[in-house]
């Protein structure tokens, strides 16, 4: 025996000798635990990490285990640690070349043999030889090793029968081995092992794309009599192969429905067709009557993903034939049909293709057939890309220039044989012929103009001068006149008209015209775009490079047309023409005057006429006046300039005022027209005068804002233009936006083109809903009706009376006739005025949104006024109008448009002007004005009921205080104490009236601590007191009486949260420096005491929090008089916390309790430590009885019947029975059932009263009998009562 032990003690270290180096370092293990975390940035450092230390150890020993056990980890049952290990171990093969990769191989061969791992651990092991052959090949040395290649290989064939587990990965783990062996490799070794995998390359996708990477990487070994070897043929693409390719190719469609990509065979297949010269057999016969003859979704999505990328191989006239072809015309179906929701959309995928071969492609004539080809593709006339197609930027100048000569001809000439027209199948059936076409023209006509519009609104789309002033001219030209004789001096007047112009067509040339304007008024120069300005270098916009604006070469261009009255016909009048001219020499004035010296406002008085000037062509009635205050304006303003340099008259600048008010007046009526551009330059214009606007200019413009001036005046400025409002809103969008409305258009044509029937039903179901809901309006008759009714039936005698009893059987057939025609037009009369009455409800709406939008527009006036004149007295009248929108706008139901208007002057208000760091500091001369509208702005803060509002009212009494109190003088700032120059700053308060002031916040205080309900919140006070240090000690007394005298509890809280900002501030403390601050300590502390005194015992959540809150505050002051050894009296504070335990009950831990102990932590009370007791078991069993289980609740059981009671004799020998029945089973057997059984007996035996009851003395065995058996069998079924819920063994 002693002999087994020595060898026992011999043999045992030599198998554990590396466990034993490997537990010298943790941290090398800990790589491999890292290398199976599911976070990839933890995975990919360890790989890291273990590289590193394996190079700087060195150790053979380390290094072969971890071969070892990344081979073991390839296998991980985790799904996320087979990458890690898989990576890990072809890092470590191509750091260290002395790794034989067949050793590695035949271990991946042993570890993870599939013949003999255990059933449930195979899928385990397919992925581990997966990962293996995956790491080898990433070790970028198999190509070295031939018999390494061949052994993967073989290895991948036989994990390619288990598709349902690894699908198709083994075949594209061979095809990348094949790609990165050399041809001698191939030749030599694996042609042989993959002969049967070529030969069967027709079978799946994955094997036909493992013979087309063979034939890109040898063509020299799989030459055509090698092809006609293996597959019968000498090439791939034949016409005897097409229909096996097309089978392939549905296969491969099918098994990427889900990712949603072009699989890479047909790629392959596409440019082995180019190589071979069969891409047009390929494309017509597997393509279009192979895969577009399968109409489901998987094999149409791939001929369309193949069209885009074959874009960058074909030349172009390969381009233009598929371009044209059947592939085009289903996309084109696709796009239309995919436009209603919950629908696959391949348009985004087809946009990335077509941008990335135009960014990638030089060739101009190739960019120009793809964009001409992609705008051909049309339904009715609308081409199915979006006007604002974003693919236009990568375009060369050459080729853009080109384009938008297409677009210009073909808006001249619409030439419908040269689109790819198609149509939907519900379209196919319902045409009519010239309406259809001349409809098909208005419809493109309307989709060039926006596209011409996109691509000078698109700033990345490298454009140059001459062709956005082309398109502008282009597009003005036909909105606005129209050619009588061509000549070369205009160039416009050259192209003739196929068609003549509609109506709607001109009306949306007219749009795009001002939307242009905009564009370019926002267009910045070439240079900035080519070089990239400065982050923080203002860009020049709206200028030219030769530094004149936009606009004034169109304007320019106009005066061009108008003088050539036998070219063009002339829009304008002779009036207008006069009102023309005169801009046009007031515009020369400006501009010499420019050249004197620049003053401000010049350049913005100068684009104000000339956008007038243009909108001349657009509303001449309505601009005509506003052209000629605006001319007499501008002269007085420049009048008044001219003189105020010379001399300073008081008449004559009582009379400055005068331009102001009609400029703004101007600008007023200005924003009145949808245009974005006229908004834009009437801000600009306004930011030039607002140092000239008077109080009478302002006035003015609150006036229109003015929510209780709505119904009087709001409503005039709308209805002026109601007719065309509408018309405005719904084709214009403020004209920026052409381009999107168009595309909504467009996209609105492409629904009903696609479901045109269903669009005919739907608006026969409105036309339906709309006479129901006419014959509700007639439905609701009014007496007045009724009464004509019945004068109609009376004159026709039609009405029966109970004398003569007549009907309407008695009546001729004329007589009838005559009854139908009165009450017919009575009805129709009735239905005239209930459509009216419609009509003005209508109408109404669209007055209050119009008013609404205008009012949003003047806001924008309001803003740059406040932003550019913050400093001015006049910015106080603001305060009260903004206050009254904000109160009205609370206050009702409003839409959306309402709660922007809301919101944006919200904005203004709180944001620009009270929290503007510059604000009027020369208000001394208005002292009790402001403190009149102050004591105004409390009295309305406290009458509020709602506390949004109530802020906003807050924050203005704020800032009338800080205007009150203005800016410190500059010399408190240089007294040589510091001290003393800070103490002068914080009791700064300029102008205002302390004890005025103080007394209407000591009122506003008194009403949120004296009043149940009050809009006013703690958070204002504690604004008021961080903001003015001085009011918050004027009012620290009056809040100190609050803590105890507070109408309610919560109060009582807040009053103590307010005491404690008041004191914790440093500007408080030194205000009340020295004995001031000893006195108000002192008071604190005694109302605290009366504050805690007051509590009572209570569970309330309200007592608690408020308790909660005045130990914060005894904290702070028993903390302050400690540190800074105040003589303050603590000893009646100290007694009460005391006491406060045995008010209060607390808990283990809590806000509560963790405040109590800190306070009283300061009088050197220590909170007791809680010993932790382990709980008792046999005391809980014995104190908590066990639930009985399986017992009804005593509202199911039944009633028993009332048994007589017995005698004291009987019932005592009841008790004995039943002491004699407890020891008859054995204890601690069956406990629960047989009690359970007992129970159940002497229950059903229990009388009314509850005392107790005992079966019969006489049948006292057979009970027990009868209870041992039910327990036994019992006891038999116990898994099934264990299940039941039945007591647990």
């Known amino acids: 025996m002693s002999t087994e032990m020595v060898a026992l003690s011999v043999t045992v270290p030599e198998p554990v000798k590396p466990a034993g180096i490997l537990q010298q370092n943790r941290v090398f293990l800990d790589f491999f635990w890292d290398l199976a975390k599911p976070d990839q940035e933890v995975r990919l450092k360890a790989v890291e990490n273990l590289i590193l230390y394996l190079k700087t150890n060195n150790k053979a020993d380390e290094l072969d285990y971890t071969c070892k056990r990344l081979v073991d980890g390839l296998a991980h049952t985790r799904e996320a640690a087979r990458p890690g290990f898989s990576l890990a171990l072809g890092q470590v093969l191509t750091a260290f070349e002395d790794i034989s990769l067949q050793s590695v191989l035949d271990k991946i061969n042993v570890k993870h043999n599939l013949q003999t791992v255990k059933k449930k651990l195979l899928r385990n092991a397919m992925f581990g030889n997966l990962f293996g052959v995956l790491a080898l090949h990433q070790s970028s040395r198999i190509s070295k090793e031939p018999q390494v290649v061949l052994g993967c290989v073989q290895l991948l064939q036989s994990l390619t029968q288990h598709r349902q587990h690894l699908k198709d990965l083994p075949t594209k783990t061979m095809t990348d081995i094949l790609s990165e062996i050399p041809e001698e490799v191939f030749e030599e070794v694996l042609l042989s092992a993959l002969q049967t995998d070529l030969a069967s390359a027709f079978n799946t996708p994955e094997q036909l794309q493992l013979l087309l990477v063979a034939l890109q990487r040898f063509p020299q070994t799989l030459r055509p009599k090698k092809l006609k070897k293996l597959l019968g043929s000498s090439t791939i693409i034949n016409a005897d192969n097409i229909p096996k390719l097309t089978e392939v190719l549905k296969m491969a469609a099918r098994s990427t429905k889900k990712e949603c990509v072009l699989p890479s065979v047909a790629q392959d297949l596409l440019k082995l067709s180019l190589k071979e010269d069969s891409f047009q057999l390929f494309w017509n016969n597997a393509i279009i009557n192979g895969m577009l003859k399968d109409q489901s979704g998987p094999a149409q999505y791939l001929s369309f993903r193949l069209l885009g990328s074959a874009l960058p191989l074909l030349s172009t006239a390969q381009l233009k034939e598929v371009l044209s072809g059947e592939v085009m015309i289903q996309y084109g179906e696709h796009v239309v049909s995919s436009q209603k929701p919950d629908r696959f959309k391949l348009a985004p995928e087809m946009e990335t293709y077509v941008s990335d071969f135009l960014q990638a492609c030089q060739d101009s004539d190739k960019q120009l057939a793809v964009m001409v080809a992609f705008s051909s593709l049309s339904n009715q006339g609308c081409p199915v890309v979006p006007p604002v197609w974003r693919v236009v930027q990568h375009l060369q100048p050459a080729a853009l220039q080109q384009y938008v000569e297409w677009l210009k001809n073909m808006f001249l000439q619409p030439q419908q044989d040269k689109l790819l027209e198609f149509s939907t199948r519900k379209k196919k059936d319902n045409r009519e012929g010239k309406e259809q076409k001349e409809n098909s023209i208005i419809r493109l006509r309307r989709w060039i103009v926006s596209r011409l519009s996109a691509i000078i609104d698109n700033h990345q789309v490298k454009k140059e001068e001459d062709l956005i002033m082309g398109v502008a001219r282009f597009v003005f030209f036909h909105a606005f006149f129209s050619a009588k004789k061509a000549s070369p001096s205009i160039e416009e007047t050259m192209g003739t008209l196929s068609a003549p112009l509609d109506d709607k067509t001109k009306e949306v040339l007219a749009g795009s015209s001002f939307g242009l304007l905009m564009s370019m008024h926002h267009l910045p120069l070439a240079e900035d775009l080519a070089e990239g300005a400065a982050v ?302 419609k009509d003005q409800k209508t109408k109404i709406q669209k007055e209050k949104m119009l008013v609404r939008d205008f009012k949003i527009k003047v806001l924008d006036l309001i803003e740059v006024f406040v932003a550019r004149q913050a400093g001015s007295p006049l910015v106080l009248g603001l305060v009260e109008p903004l206050l009254t929108i904000i109160d009205r706008g609370m206050s009702s139901d409003s839409d959306q448009q309402e709660q922007d208007f809301l919101r944006r002057a919200a904005d203004i208000f709180r944001n620009q002007l009270c929290r503007s760091k510059v604000y009027c500091r020369t208000a001394s001369d208005r002292q009790g004005e ?205 007694k009460v916390l005391e006491s406060l335990t045995s008010t209060i009950v607390f808990k283990k831990t809590g806000k509560l309790e963790d405040n109590y102990w800190a306070v009283v932590k300061h009088f050197g009370v220590i909170k007791p430590k809680v010993e932790k007791m382990k709980p008792d078991k046999e005391a809980a069993e014995q104190k908590v009885p066990k639930k009985k289980k399986g017992f009804l609740p005593e509202t199911k059981k039944r009633k028993k019947r009332d048994i007589p009671i017995l005698e004291p004799a009987a019932a005592a020998a009841a008790e004995a029975a039943a002491d004699n029945l407890m020891p008859s089973n054995p204890p601690g057997a069956d406990k629960g059932q047989t009690k359970k059984k007992r129970d159940k007996k002497t229950k059903q035996k229990r009388p009314a009263d509850g005392a107790a009851s005992q079966p019969n003395p006489a049948k006292k065995s057979k009970t027990t009998q009868s209870e041992n058996k039910t327990a036994k069998t019992k006891k038999k079924k116990k898994p099934k009562q264990k299940k039941e819920g039945g007591v647990q063994m």
């Not at 629904?751 to 045109?756: A, E, H, L, R, T």
């Open 536 to 837: 923080n270098q203002k860009r020049v916009v709206g200028v030219r490079a030769d530094g004149t604006m936009w606009i004034y070469h169109l304007v320019q261009y106009a005066q061009l047309l108008l003088s050539q009255p036998k070219l063009v016909n002339q829009p304008l009048t002779p009036e207008q023409r006069q009102a023309w001219d005169s801009m046009l020499e007031s515009v020369a004035n400006l501009k010499k005057k420019a050249k004197k010296g620049p003053t401000a406002g010049n350049g913005a008085f100068q684009q104000l006429f000339l956008l007038v000037g243009m909108h001349l062509f657009k509303a001449p009635e309505e601009l005509l006046d506003i052209m000629r205050d605006l001319q007499s304006c501008v002269d007085m303003a420049l009048e008044k300039k001219a003189k105020k340099k010379k001399k300073k008259q008081a008449t004559e600048q009582e009379e400055e005022p005068e331009w102001v008010e009609v400029m703004v007046d101007i600008l007023l009526s200005l924003l009145s027209q949808s245009s974005r551009h006229i908004r834009h330059v009437c801000k600009t214009v306004f930011s030039s005068i607002c140092p000239h606007v008077t109080a009478a200019a302002l006035t003015s413009i609150l006036e229109v804002l003015d929510p209780e001036k709505d119904d009087e005046e709001g409503g005039a400025v709308v209805v002026t233009d109601d007719n065309k409002a509408p018309k405005k809103n719904s084709n214009e969008e403020d004209d920026d936006d052409d381009e999107a409305m168009e595309d909504d258009k467009s996209d609105g044509s492409d629904d009903d083109s696609d479901d045109g029937d269903e669009a005919m039903e739907e608006d026969e179901e409105d036309d339906e809903e709309e006479e129901e809901e006419e014959e509700e309006v007639v439905g609701d008759v009014d007496q007045s009706f009724r009464v004509e009714v019945m004068k109609v039936l009376q004159n026709q005698n039609a009405l029966a009376t109970e004398e003569d009893g007549s009907s309407d059987e008695d009546l001729d057939d004329e007589a009838m006739l005559k009854l139908d025609k009165g009450l017919a037009a009575l009805f129709s009369e009735q239905k005239k005025k209930s459509q009216a009455k």
């Open 930 to 1134: 402001l403190h009149d509208l102050l004591e105004k702005l409390m009295t309305k803060t406290q009458k509020l009921s709602d506390s949004s509002v109530c802020l906003y009212y807050f924050s203005a009494s704020l800032y009338v205080v800080k205007v009150l109190r203005g800016a410190p003088p500059a010399g408190a700032k240089e007294e040589p104490s510091a001290d003393g120059a800070a103490a002068s700053d914080l009791s700064f308060m300029g102008n205002v009236d302390l004890d005025r002031v103080s007394g209407i916040f000591r009122d506003a205080l008194s009403s949120f601590m004296g009043r149940r309900k009050c809009p006013l919140t703690a958070q204002m006070f504690t604004d008021l007191f961080s903001r003015f240090p001085v009011l918050c000690v004027k009012l620290l007394d009056t809040i100190v009486q609050y803590i105890t005298s507070a109408v309610r509890v919560h109060q009582k809280g807040q009053a103590c949260g307010l005491v404690l900002r008041a004191m914790q501030s440093r500007e408080v403390q030194q205000l009340l420096s020295g004995d001031p601050w000893t006195e108000l300590c002192s008071t604190v502390s005694g109302q605290l005491t009366k504050s805690l005194q007051q509590v009572g015992p209570t569970e309330s959540k309200v007592v608690k929090e408020k308790v909660v809150k005045t130990l914060e505050l005894c904290q702070f002051l028993v903390k302050t008089v400690h540190h800074q050894k105040l003589s303050v009296d603590l000893a009646p504070l100290k």
